[in-house]
């Protein structure tokens, strides 16, 4: 199981002004956490709650359906292109990044024991977009168009001009080089796959884009480049049981729950900085960004009353931003809380030599690159208490589909904990839909043409 080591955010440690006296905290808000824990486990299974992401480990008949559809169109595709952006593309770029070998892409077929390469188009950049299509034979790419409303439009823009391409160079077959992920029923994709004959996996009701990675979502691109679905969901379960206990002193993710939320309400510190000390895991900064940010950031609690609340992600990844956030960190204003990521054993070790033995670099002889990492994340993390700068540690013992899956499960439950205690719907994205509509206007979709007046007078004095 993953751990978490919070006593640099304690009293003890950072001091009384910027510290929480943690066990007296715990104590303060164990029958709140514990009604939480288990409110939150009882609405998981009844519609329109938001909740249904806390049973995708248990959703055997997906689990069952991807990996057939995987070993069916096993060997026949040397590319895997997802279409998707925000939730539909952000847990998955973060899992392939830390499970498949490093610079997968650039490896010989060989190398990738004969699993395709996989692309993410996660915007909607023209040069970039323009950049991919030249270099990728889409004849021998399979594309994963994921939308659950079918109405997003820079994957449905993106679809439009892949599809056309395929049409183009396979005539009536592109069919067979498209899969859909969408609403099991209704929205313009769903129509379209269905017209179309496009093979379909469903975006489950009732999970939020950006809690949807163990979805077909995520599963199916896992599965596709032959990850361990098996052992992400084992995962998941390990961890599920383990955060269902209702006890604080007990549940990694309730705890850090009321760290942050605590130092936000009682210390002023609304930063939340994710800082893992592996590249491969560079990218569940970013899906940890969207998550935290659109959970958290709202303007109305459940009373409706007006709040604009919720503490800012940033992403850093170490021992890279070292040398370029950590002087802000600990000099800067004292309005953060560091979440370091560490692992304990990586996959490979990197000697260093024992030269230079007679100069000012001779101490690094004989050591390893797996141990100045972890040196470092270790000594950032006193450093920071040193200045008083309140910080946990998240440790994994390795980079696996169990231990990543339990990473990415344990912050999905935090969250909702978090969302809370602070009394808001941390499920909807009001906050949103405004700039899509907008984007609806000015692009001249039907039923939006009140709304492009309104637009374009706005422009014109802004």
């Given at each position: 199981m993953?751990?978490?080591?919070?006593?640099?955010?304690?009293?003890?440690?950072?001091?009384?002004?910027?510290?929480?006296d943690?066990?007296?905290?715990f104590?303060?808000?164990?029958?709140?956490?514990?009604?939480?824990?288990?409110?939150?486990?009882?609405?998981?299974?009844?519609?329109?709650q938001?909740?249904?992401?806390?049973?995708?480990?248990?959703?055997?008949?997906?689990?069952?359906?991807?990996?057939e559809?995987?070993?069916?169109?096993?060997?026949?595709?040397?590319?895997i292109?997802?279409?998707?952006?925000?939730?539909?593309?952000?847990?998955?770029?973060?899992?392939?990044?830390?499970?498949?070998?490093?610079?997968w892409?650039?490896?010989?077929?060989?190398?990738r024991d004969?699993?395709?390469?996989?692309?993410?188009?996660?915007?909607i950049?023209?040069?970039?977009?323009?950049?991919?299509?030249?270099v990728?034979?889409?004849?021998k790419?399979?594309?994963?168009v994921?939308?659950?409303?079918?109405s997003?439009?820079?994957?449905?823009s993106?679809?439009?001009?892949v599809?056309?391409?395929l049409?183009k160079?396979?005539?009536?077959?592109?069919?067979?080089?498209?899969?859909?992920?969408?609403d099991?029923?209704?929205?313009?994709?769903?129509?379209?796959?269905?017209?179309?004959?496009?093979k379909?996996?469903?975006?489950?009701?009732?999970?939020?884009?950006r809690?949807?990675v163990f979805s077909a979502?995520?599963?199916?691109?896992?599965a596709?480049?032959?990850?361990?679905?098996?052992?992400?969901?084992?995962?998941?379960?390990?961890?599920?049981?383990?955060?269902?206990?209702?006890?604080?002193?007990n549940?990694?993710?309730?705890q850090?729950?009321?760290i942050?939320?605590?130092?936000?309400?009682?210390k002023g510190k609304?930063?939340?900085?994710?800082?893992?000390y592996?590249?491969?895991?560079?990218y569940?900064?970013?899906?940890?960004?969207?998550?935290?940010?659109?959970?958290l950031g709202?303007?109305?609690?459940k009373?409706?009353?007006?709040?604009?609340?919720?503490?800012?992600?940033?992403?850093?990844?170490?021992?890279?931003?070292?040398?370029?956030?950590?002087?802000?960190?600990?000099e800067?204003?004292?309005?953060?809380?560091?979440?370091?990521i560490?692992?304990?054993?990586?996959?490979?070790?990197?000697?260093?030599p024992?030269?230079?033995?007679?100069t000012?670099?001779?101490?690094?002889?004989?050591?390893?690159i797996?141990?100045?990492?972890n040196?470092?994340?270790?000594?950032t993390?006193v450093?920071?208490?040193?200045?008083?700068?309140?910080?946990?540690?998240?440790t994994?013992?390795?980079?696996?589909?169990?231990?990543?899956a339990?990473?990415?499960?344990?912050?999905?439950?935090?969250?909702?904990i978090?969302?809370?205690?602070?009394?808001?719907?941390?499920?909807?994205?009001?906050g949103?839909?405004?700039?899509?509509?907008?984007?609806?206007?000015?692009?001249?979709?039907?039923g939006?043409?009140?709304?492009?007046?309104?637009?374009?007078?706005?422009?014109?004095?802004v």
């Amino acid at each position: 199981m993953i751990k978490l080591n919070c006593k640099n955010a304690d009293v003890r440690v950072v001091g009384e002004e910027n510290g929480l006296d943690l066990e007296l905290e715990f104590n303060n808000y164990k029958d709140k956490i514990a009604n939480i824990i288990s409110d939150l486990n009882k609405r998981k299974d009844k519609n329109g709650q938001w909740l249904q992401w806390m049973n995708l480990g248990y959703n055997e008949e997906t689990l069952w359906y991807v990996k057939e559809y995987a070993a069916m169109v096993k060997g026949r595709f040397d590319n895997i292109l997802v279409l998707g952006i925000g939730g539909s593309a952000l847990g998955g770029i973060a899992v392939t990044e830390a499970l498949l070998k490093p610079y997968w892409n650039l490896l010989s077929e060989e190398q990738r024991d004969g699993l395709p390469r996989i692309f993410f188009l996660d915007n909607i950049d023209p040069d970039t977009m323009n950049g991919l299509f030249e270099v990728l034979d889409l004849k021998k790419t399979l594309v994963n168009v994921i939308t659950k409303s079918g109405s997003t439009a820079e994957t449905m823009s993106q679809f439009m001009i892949v599809k056309d391409r395929l049409e183009k160079e396979l005539g009536d077959n592109y069919r067979y080089n498209i899969v859909a992920t969408t609403d099991k029923k209704t929205g313009i994709l769903r129509q379209i796959a269905e017209q179309e004959g496009y093979k379909t996996f469903v975006v489950p009701d009732d999970v939020g884009g950006r809690f949807s990675v163990f979805s077909a979502v995520g599963l199916l691109p896992f599965a596709l480049v032959g990850l361990d679905i098996d052992e992400m969901v084992n995962g998941i379960k390990d961890m599920d049981l383990a955060l269902k206990n209702t006890d604080i002193h007990n549940n990694i993710a309730a705890q850090n729950a009321l760290i942050h939320y605590l130092m936000d309400t009682k210390k002023g510190k609304n930063l939340s900085v994710m800082m893992p000390y592996s590249s491969r895991l560079k990218y569940v900064s970013d899906w940890y960004v969207q998550l935290w940010a659109e959970s958290l950031g709202k303007n109305k609690d459940k009373e409706g009353n007006d709040v604009n609340i919720g503490p800012t992600p940033i992403k850093a990844l170490g021992a890279t931003d070292q040398h370029s956030q950590i002087q802000l960190y600990n000099e800067g204003p004292n309005d953060k809380v560091i979440n370091f990521i560490r692992v304990e054993n990586f996959d490979t070790q990197l000697d260093i030599p024992n030269i230079f033995e007679y100069t000012g670099i001779g101490y690094l002889g004989g050591k390893t690159i797996n141990q100045l990492i972890n040196a470092e994340a270790d000594s950032t993390r006193v450093a920071l208490s040193d200045y008083n700068r309140p910080n946990v540690t998240i440790t994994l013992e390795k980079i696996d589909s169990y231990n990543v899956a339990q990473l990415l499960y344990m912050l999905e439950i935090q969250t909702a904990i978090t969302g809370e205690l602070y009394n808001i719907d941390a499920f909807n994205q009001p906050g949103v839909e405004q700039a899509k509509n907008y984007t609806y206007a000015l692009m001249g979709r039907v039923g939006y043409e009140e709304s492009a007046q309104t637009l374009q007078a706005k422009m014109a004095t802004v």
